[in-house]
């Protein structure tokens, strides 16, 4: 009797299930932590909104051409894309950090699944940033028609893709040639530079500081129709390509032992 | 006083090996304090009005921000949780070089570290925006000699009563990321406090970081002598108090502390 052979995609998505539930349950059990920096986030995103409304009043209500209708646009997007973005990158790199310097990265390298998947499944840093989803998605729902809506919600999840690569790009350089793991302060200057949308600011160095979230600006040109999705489609393809890039010359030149 | 010095040396010798460090200040200090900055630049150049604010007076206030906040970046809260969770803290309440000699000598070195991007930051400040220091007599100089190690001083305490919640929690980053946040943005650190609504004012005047980002930035810019007194005053009753509550945490710390790590 022939044994039917399982398809390598749904072994992959048994696996990725199975590293959901694993990650859910480690995280159950350090529940304080969970809510301690979950509250932390929220705090981050309730002074940011607090800054932005304050600007926004003191602009005369039209900050940089944008109204109070799109800045809550703008601000359900940005909470959906990075929602999306952090529950998958933040825990691959704090992983990737700590395998590559206890020389546990070997593994990730002679044992299946392959080095993408397997970044995934290691830890998927689905708790802290479930919330940014639900909220950003329910803002977009709530703020707009079911066609505008899904229109922001697909800007969204490809702004979430460009910055995965643009988190990678930074970290996996400094995780292999630095020992050092940036993704906490990334996070905290992400949050503190995607309140306002600068890109029509007219403020050079403005756009420049902003650089790491410039995509989120261009989102919102792309949801007002002012620039073609593809530029984003193009920027999300550029960061990705140079995060594989930089991966692929990462496992060439890691050398097997702790570094 | 010799062994605290002797080990600063070491702990700066260190920081040497890990100058990446310096890219972590940029990051996580410089570039979120210039991104409010940019944008009350961005307006104030299309004519709006922000309270008293002028661009000049704007940049001079972020300016004294970003130095306070980079010199008071010590990371000490990291080091004193991983002594308490590692149980490495026995040591240093055995040795003859006690653990407060320990601590103050980790600050010490970082806040050596830190001068190199406090002076770069100085040094692009006088490039590009020397009007900041043109107006500068002896007594914005001796205020900001007074009163930014003073400032520091209390960022520090209450950074280490922070991370003497390691007694009781497993992890403090996040207590001390939340309450650093929340602590910075009702005495100044996001946006002057001049601009905020009263609300968040009135709780400001009650906060330890009143007098490390606000009250002394006020004394800085306007160093009239009542502006100076008050500011001094107000930093050396927090350090009383800080003091008082180290002492108390740290003795109650001290008896959970099983010295096996958790």
């Given at each position: 009797?022939s044994k039917k052979?399982i398809?390598?995609?749904r072994?992959t998505?048994k696996?990725l299930?199975?590293?959901?539930?694993?990650h859910?349950?480690?995280w159950s059990?350090?529940r304080?932590?969970?809510?301690?920096?979950?509250?932390?986030?929220?705090?981050?995103?309730?002074?940011?909104?607090?800054?932005?409304?304050l600007?926004y009043?003191?602009?005369?209500?039209?900050?940089?051409?944008n109204?109070?209708?799109?800045?809550?646009v703008?601000?359900?997007?940005?909470l959906?894309?990075?929602?999306?973005?952090?529950?998958i990158?933040h825990g691959?790199v704090?992983?990737?950090?700590?395998?590559?310097?206890t020389?546990?990265?070997?593994?990730?390298?002679?044992?299946?699944?392959?080095i993408?998947?397997?970044?995934?499944?290691?830890?998927?840093?689905?708790v802290w940033?479930?919330p940014?989803?639900f909220?950003g998605?329910?803002i977009l729902v709530w703020?707009?028609?079911?066609?505008?809506?899904?229109w922001?919600i697909?800007i969204?999840?490809i702004?979430a893709?460009?910055?995965?690569?643009?988190?990678?790009c930074?970290?996996?350089?400094?995780i292999?040639?630095?020992?050092?793991?940036?993704?906490?302060?990334?996070?905290?200057?992400?949050?503190?530079?995607r309140?306002i949308?600068?890109?029509?600011s007219?403020n050079l160095l403005?756009m420049?500081?902003?650089?790491?979230?410039?995509?989120?600006s261009?989102?919102?040109?792309?949801?007002?129709?002012s620039f073609?999705i593809?530029?984003?489609?193009?920027?999300?393809?550029a960061?990705n390509v140079?995060?594989m890039?930089l991966?692929?010359?990462?496992v060439?030149?890691?050398?097997?032992?702790?570094? | 006083?010799h062994s605290t010095?002797?080990?600063?040396?070491?702990?700066?010798a260190?920081?040497m090996i890990?100058?990446?460090f310096?890219l972590?200040?940029v990051?996580?200090?410089i570039l979120p304090?210039s991104?409010?900055?940019?944008v009350?630049?961005?307006?104030?150049g299309s004519?709006?009005?922000?309270?008293?604010?002028?661009?000049s007076?704007?940049?001079?206030?972020y300016?004294f921000?970003?130095?306070?906040?980079i010199l008071?970046?010590?990371?000490?809260?990291?080091?004193?949780?991983?002594l308490?969770?590692?149980?490495?803290?026995?040591?240093?309440?055995l040795?003859?070089?006690?653990?407060?000699?320990y601590?103050?000598?980790?600050?010490?070195?970082r806040i050596?570290t830190l001068?190199?991007?406090?002076v770069v930051?100085?040094?692009l400040?006088?490039?590009?925006?020397p009007?900041?220091?043109?107006?500068?007599?002896?007594?914005?100089l001796?205020?900001?000699?007074?009163?930014?190690?003073?400032?520091?001083l209390?960022?520090?305490?209450?950074n280490?009563l922070?991370?003497l919640m390691s007694?009781?929690?497993v992890e403090v980053?996040g207590?001390?990321?939340?309450?650093?946040?929340?602590l910075?943005?009702?005495?100044?650190?996001v946006?002057p406090v001049?601009?905020?609504?009263?609300?968040?004012?009135?709780?400001?005047e009650?906060?330890?970081?009143q007098?490390v980002?606000?009250a002394?930035?006020?004394?800085?810019i306007?160093p009239?002598?009542?502006?100076?007194?008050q500011?001094?005053?107000?930093?050396?009753?927090w350090?009383v108090?800080?003091?008082?509550?180290?002492?108390?945490?740290?003795?109650?710390?001290?008896?959970?502390?099983d010295?096996?790590?958790?």
């Amino acid at each position: 009797m022939s044994k039917k052979k399982i398809p390598e995609w749904r072994k992959t998505a048994k696996l990725l299930l199975w590293a959901a539930k694993l990650h859910i349950a480690r995280w159950s059990a350090y529940r304080m932590n969970v809510v301690v920096w979950v509250f932390t986030i929220w705090c981050t995103i309730a002074i940011q909104v607090l800054f932005g409304a304050l600007a926004y009043q003191a602009s005369g209500e039209n900050i940089f051409g944008n109204d109070g209708h799109t800045l809550v646009v703008f601000l359900g997007m940005t909470l959906l894309a990075t929602g999306i973005a952090q529950s998958i990158v933040h825990g691959v790199v704090l992983h990737l950090g700590r395998c590559v310097w206890t020389g546990q990265f070997d593994y990730w390298l002679i044992q299946p699944p392959g080095i993408v998947v397997r970044l995934f499944l290691e830890d998927m840093g689905l708790v802290w940033f479930i919330p940014h989803i639900f909220v950003g998605a329910g803002i977009l729902v709530w703020q707009l028609s079911a066609w505008l809506a899904a229109w922001a919600i697909l800007i969204a999840i490809i702004s979430a893709v460009v910055e995965i690569g643009v988190v990678l790009c930074i970290c996996i350089p400094a995780i292999r040639w630095g020992r050092w793991d940036p993704s906490a302060g990334l996070w905290e200057y992400f949050d503190r530079a995607r309140t306002i949308p600068v890109l029509r600011s007219g403020n050079l160095l403005l756009m420049i500081i902003s650089a790491g979230v410039l995509h989120y600006s261009v989102a919102l040109e792309v949801y007002k129709g002012s620039f073609s999705i593809l530029i984003l489609l193009a920027m999300a393809v550029a960061a990705n390509v140079g995060a594989m890039y930089l991966l692929k010359n990462m496992v060439r030149s890691y050398s097997s032992a702790s570094s | 006083m010799h062994s605290t010095l002797s080990q600063t040396r070491v702990f700066l010798a260190q920081q040497m090996i890990h100058r990446e460090f310096w890219l972590q200040v940029v990051i996580e200090v410089i570039l979120p304090v210039s991104i409010p900055l940019l944008v009350w630049l961005s307006l104030l150049g299309s004519g709006v009005t922000l309270a008293e604010f002028t661009s000049s007076s704007m940049r001079q206030y972020y300016f004294f921000v970003t130095i306070i906040a980079i010199l008071s970046h010590t990371e000490i809260q990291m080091d004193l949780s991983r002594l308490v969770h590692e149980g490495t803290l026995s040591q240093w309440l055995l040795r003859p070089s006690s653990a407060v000699s320990y601590i103050s000598s980790i600050i010490l070195s970082r806040i050596v570290t830190l001068a190199l991007p406090t002076v770069v930051v100085g040094a692009l400040m006088v490039i590009f925006d020397p009007q900041i220091f043109l107006g500068m007599t002896p007594a914005h100089l001796i205020a900001m000699s007074a009163l930014i190690p003073l400032a520091i001083l209390v960022a520090c305490m209450v950074n280490i009563l922070i991370a003497l919640m390691s007694f009781w929690f497993v992890e403090v980053e996040g207590i001390f990321a939340g309450t650093s946040l929340i602590l910075g943005f009702l005495s100044g650190m996001v946006m002057p406090v001049e601009l905020l609504p009263s609300i968040f004012r009135e709780i400001g005047e009650w906060v330890p970081y009143q007098y490390v980002f606000a009250a002394p930035i006020r004394a800085i810019i306007d160093p009239g002598l009542e502006n100076v007194k008050q500011a001094i005053l107000g930093q050396l009753i927090w350090i009383v108090v800080l003091g008082a509550l180290l002492r108390i945490t740290w003795g109650a710390g001290l008896r959970r502390f099983d010295a096996v790590g958790n």
